[in-house]
């Protein structure tokens, strides 16, 4: 399997020459994405084919002492930028009337102010100069811009063995980066252990079934993920009713936009870090719902609910996870996840009255009681058609499918009591062992 990741590092221009030189095929590159963007709009232009014979010629004539690959990198911009905005407002055409009359149109694509270079394979390369790590660009016309690369624990190790891909130089005020795309061929091998894992807005909870110990483990990870947002939500409202200068509005809306982003994704991986690192040292291969399907569901769900669905960074989170256990050798498995927080792990009977709060799980059909956060977990170790999940002694146990040894799953006591069928009498502990993660 090829596995690609972006790395940022920081750039120090080796004469002040290559700093002008760099503002200037900033401005200039800028202004090629302006003039192919009019293009493409003006010609509805859809396909990179389409883009490539309106655009390319009147850039190279325009910018002549520019290397070609700059005029192919502005104009795949500028597509994906009119793409976008296509898609966005393909998606408000189909709102209904009411809903339209509160919502705005999208803007159309604008270039105003651009930060970030795109650079093509042809354009760069990384090479070692008296004991520095040196990028060389390319302007073209025998122009060549140099930078030494500062060079970080983590950026060395990801250069091992990894090829370089087209790249970015972003600049930040005063301060210069590259993002360096690598790609890197894994060799990935299916595991017996398995780490389930469930995401919520409020935590991970994750079932890590160790067949060669006889050991399964619940745990979850808590994270303030959705504070984050709804308190940044209050920052932009207030921003937009109290602040009037239309430019300051702006500026300061795309500054707490950045924080926030930053914020969520610091926090997205520390917790796939940490999953990352538990299953490499188990030899445990991702076992995770498939949500990509989760925002077109029905729409008769709360105001709220929606909201909360369409600001929690599922799709990033589950890239980011997919990533690292790769990364690792271990596999990443999807399941249907529709029906498993309301289905009873035991019985199979499925019922949203099943959960009775959310936090508790209780069966109307057995009696079955649990920490409603571990029952995804429990339903998804069944979905995979690795066993059942049953009751022996007053806990829960998982009976694998092939010929294996019964693995007995430890929660926290506080957290999960298991009540017997009704007609068996009183509910009993089931567990002694607490994992939790708080992050």
């Not at 990179?48 to 990198?73: D, G, I, S, T, V």
């Amino acid at each position: 399997m090829r596995i690609e990741k972006t790395i940022k590092l920081k750039l120090v221009p080796v004469t002040r020459e290559d700093r002008a030189l760099l503002l200037s095929l900033l401005n200039d590159y800028t202004k090629m994405i302006r003039e192919s963007l009019e293009i493409i709009m003006e010609n509805n232009v859809r396909s990179r084919k389409r883009a490539h014979e309106l655009c390319y010629k009147p850039l190279r004539e325009r910018y002549p002492f520019f290397h070609n690959k700059f005029a192919q990198e502005a104009y795949k911009r500028a597509l994906s930028m009119y793409r976008s905005y296509r898609k966005l407002l393909s998606k408000w055409n189909r709102l209904p009337e009411k809903l339209k009359r509160r919502a705005s149109p999208p803007s159309p694509p604008s270039v105003e102010e651009n930060r970030v270079i795109d650079l093509h394979i042809d354009t760069f390369r990384l090479k070692r100069e008296y004991g520095f790590l040196v990028l060389t660009v390319s302007k073209g016309s025998g122009d060549y811009l140099k930078f030494i690369v500062r060079e970080y624990e983590y950026a060395i190790e990801s250069l091992q063995n990894a090829d370089i891909g087209n790249s970015k130089i972003l600049i930040d005020g005063d301060e210069i980066y590259l993002l360096l795309t690598l790609r890197k061929k894994v060799l990935v091998k299916e595991h017996k252990n398995k780490l389930f894992v469930d995401i919520n807005e409020d935590s991970v909870d994750c079932l890590l079934v160790n067949y060669e110990e006889k050991k399964a483990y619940l745990f979850s990870i808590k994270h303030d993920i959705r504070k984050i947002r709804i308190n940044y939500r209050r920052i932009r409202k207030s921003i937009q009713k109290e602040i009037r200068d239309e430019k300051r509005r702006n500026r300061l809306l795309a500054k707490y936009g950045r924080r926030e982003r930053n914020r969520v994704e610091s926090r997205i991986k520390n917790i796939v870090a940490s999953l990352a690192k538990l299953a490499e040292k188990f030899r445990a291969d991702l076992v995770r719902e498939d949500l990509r399907d989760l925002r077109s569901g029905k729409k008769t769900r709360s105001r709220q609910l929606n909201y909360r669905l369409s600001t929690f960074p599922y799709r990033k989170f589950t890239e980011f996870l997919d990533y690292k256990f790769h990364e690792h050798s271990l596999e990443a498995k999807t399941i249907d996840p529709r029906r498993t927080s309301i289905t009873c792990p035991l019985c199979g009977h499925a019922s949203k009255r099943n959960r009775t709060s959310k936090e508790e799980f209780v069966c109307e059909n057995c009696g079955f009681k649990l920490n409603a956060q571990y029952v995804a977990c429990l339903n998804m170790f069944s979905r995979l058609d690795d066993g059942k999940v049953a009751i022996r002694g007053g806990r829960i146990v998982l009976i694998p499918r092939k010929a294996a040894p019964v693995v007995a799953v430890d929660v926290a006591s506080h957290d999960a009591l298991i009540r017997m069928r009704r007609e068996r009498g009183k509910p009993a502990p089931i567990a002694k062992v607490s994992v939790v993660i708080q992050i």
